[in-house]
């Protein structure tokens, strides 16, 4: 039977006290289900009421550091309530390019602040995004030896993208030189020339995420950056060899060359959705996590819509 989690007040409070807004944006049908019935033995809400116009507490799906996911009475949609800008920026402009339904990632319908609200002294957002299942579960038991590796290497190869990348973002933001993405952006191409496709590669099959010559010693700010968004491309190029996370290759890829750097997915950021031009369930982002803008030209200033 699922197991929910008690919901937090904070994220119930704010859901009560905007519902008539909320509905009105996004239609009763994407809102959070309220908790009204019983449940059946696998842990479902059963069917047989209807929604009020206002709830005390609602079904929760999953909380994390900064939000919760919500289920709706819309079969494969569910509701999300956040406190990470970057999140809410980074699906605001993912939805302008012409490919940002790239199937490495849920699908999104929407992203609003909520005007006036702070948690933990972070602004408010709710999105709606595409259900996923199995979220986390990349690595689990299972008798097929054969599964379990691949499965390891598509964690060996999201651990490395998040190393590489976050290192990249820690030097942007630790910098104090207001042009330091054109800083960025001279290193690319002595990036390109300077760091090795079969090192990198070496590294996801043999070292350790950890080690603290991933980004050498003598690397400092702007370069370094370089070298660790290079080194991500090329993680994400090869995970799009991998039977099982070949999908979450190309979108990490897609959006580093939209210039869209996501310094935070790892597997409990990964699950599974069922869409009709594949044949089972494939694995997607569910999270973008960290995401970092890597041109001020063409984002600058992404404005999240409010609600």
Not at 25 to 51: H, N, S, T
Not at 220 to 243: L, P, T
Not at 253 to 271: K, M, P, Q, S, T
Request: net charge negative; aromatic share 10%; glycine share 8%.
């Amino acid at each position: 039977m699922t197991t929910y989690e008690e919901n937090p007040p904070w994220a119930d409070k704010i859901l009560n006290k905007h519902f008539d807004r909320l509905v009105e944006r996004v239609g009763i049908e994407l809102m959070p289900l309220p908790e009204l019935g019983p449940r059946d033995e696998r842990g479902v809400l059963l069917p047989v009421r209807k929604a009020r116009k206002k709830a005390p507490e609602y079904t929760e799906l999953g909380c994390g550091h900064y939000g919760c996911v919500y289920e709706t009475t819309t079969p494969g949609w569910v509701f999300k309530i956040t406190s990470d800008p970057t999140e809410a920026e980074f699906i605001t402009a993912s939805m302008t390019l012409p490919e940002h339904e790239t199937p490495g990632i849920v699908k999104y319908k929407g992203v609003w602040q909520i005007p006036g609200e702070l948690h933990k002294r972070r602004p408010v957002f709710v999105l709606i995004r595409e259900e996923a299942e199995n979220v986390g579960g990349l690595i689990k038991a299972s008798d097929d030896q054969q599964d379990y590796l691949k499965a390891r290497s598509v964690m060996r190869h999201l651990e490395w993208f998040k190393e590489l990348a976050n290192r990249a973002r820690t030097k942007i933001q630790a910098s104090k030189n207001p042009d330091i993405l054109l800083e960025v952006a001279r290193f690319k191409p002595w990036a390109e020339g300077n760091v090795s496709y079969s090192s990198i590669e070496r590294w996801i099959r043999e070292g350790s995420p950890w080690e603290r010559n991933t980004l050498r010693d003598w690397l400092k700010g702007a370069q370094a950056a370089a070298y660790g968004i290079q080194a991500a491309r090329i993680v994400a190029a090869d995970m799009q060899n991998e039977d099982v996370g070949y999908l979450i290759g190309e979108t990490l890829g897609y959006f580093l060359d939209e210039d869209l750097l996501l310094a935070d997915v790892h597997a409990n950021n990964v699950g599974q959705v069922r869409r009709k031009d594949y044949g089972g369930p494939i694995w997607v982002i569910t999270d973008p996590g960290h995401m970092v803008p890597l041109s001020l030209e063409r984002w600058g200033h992404i404005e999240v819509p409010e609600l």
